[in-house]
């Protein structure tokens, strides 16, 4: 069945912050604001670019293509119909980096944006005797919902990567979830620090996002040495390292068609 064609419709930035050397928030004011609500928060919608990169859209015919790239609703203003997204940011010289990277460098308030969405992962519904959450940066926006939503008594693990010390936020979170902070740049190891975790006992609901061969190796710790059941876990990669998003959807499509056979 051929999926309905996604409009994109526009979108101001209404406010930029730098909230850590590595991480640029942005507030964007849609032109289709009916079509995020509370609910949004910690779903995704994605930018939309030119091949080349631009933002602007406006004039491309049908067989021009363009580019998207996805990315989660960190915040949903009712009364403003604003919504908020964390970017990680790469070093401006740095051509390699994505389009969204780039154009978070150098945004400003006022410029505009297409997008299309938003849409929404399915999670477990963590009530049950433990949580055990995992996330790199690019996964942090959708941990700082989840945590903030999840039931005021839980308890269990948070155990997030950050590329520098600058990097650690203020995150709400029940006090029964230990928050424990990965460095990369101190030679710590996301998949190492996990696996010294203690396990908590009984039925424990997992939500792991990081890159794509992270998320490999976590999940054969995951499923196989914990046998944490499918219906408990949410893991998925946000980004492999060297591709581009169009690769990275590949590469992950594949791997679940293995994964399933």
């Known amino acids: 069945m051929t999926k309905p064609k996604r409009i994109p419709y526009e979108a101001t930035v209404t406010n930029v912050m730098t909230v850590s050397p590595s991480i640029r928030r942005v507030t964007l004011k849609s032109s289709n604001t009916e079509q995020f609500t509370s609910e949004s928060k910690g779903g995704y919608f994605k930018f939309v670019f030119t091949e080349s990169g631009e933002t602007d859209i406006t004039g491309l015919t049908e067989e021009q293509k363009t580019v998207l790239r996805t990315y989660t609703i960190r915040d949903y203003e009712d009364t403003t119909g604003e919504i908020t997204v964390d970017l990680v940011l790469h070093l401006t010289n740095d051509h390699n980096c994505g389009f969204a990277s780039r154009w978070a460098e150098s945004v400003s308030v006022g410029d505009t944006i297409s997008l299309v969405g938003p849409g929404k992962s399915p999670y477990p519904d963590f009530t049950h005797d433990a949580v055990f959450f995992v996330a790199d940066m690019t996964a942090l926006p959708a941990?700082?919902?989840?945590?903030?939503?999840?039931?005021?008594?839980?308890?269990?693990?948070a155990v997030i990567e950050v590329a520098t010390e600058k990097d650690i936020q203020s995150l709400n979170h029940p006090d029964g979830v230990k928050l424990s902070w990965v460095i990369?740049?101190?030679?710590?190891?996301?998949?190492?620090?996990?696996?010294?975790?203690?396990?908590?006992?009984?039925?424990?609901?997992?939500?792991?996002?990081?890159?794509?061969?992270?998320?490999?190796?976590?999940?054969?710790?995951?499923r196989n040495e914990r046998q944490v059941g499918k219906d408990h876990i949410y893991i998925s990669s946000y980004w492999k390292n060297g591709v581009s998003e169009d690769g990275h959807k590949v590469i992950k499509r594949q791997d679940l068609q293995n994964e399933s056979s």
């Open 143 to 157: 941990l700082s919902v989840a945590l903030a939503q999840i039931p005021s008594d839980a308890r269990g693990h």
């Open 184 to 222: 990369s740049d101190q030679n710590q190891s996301l998949t190492s620090t996990v696996r010294q975790m203690p396990w908590p006992e009984g039925i424990v609901d997992v939500w792991c996002a990081c890159e794509f061969d992270m998320m490999k190796s976590l999940r054969q710790y995951f």
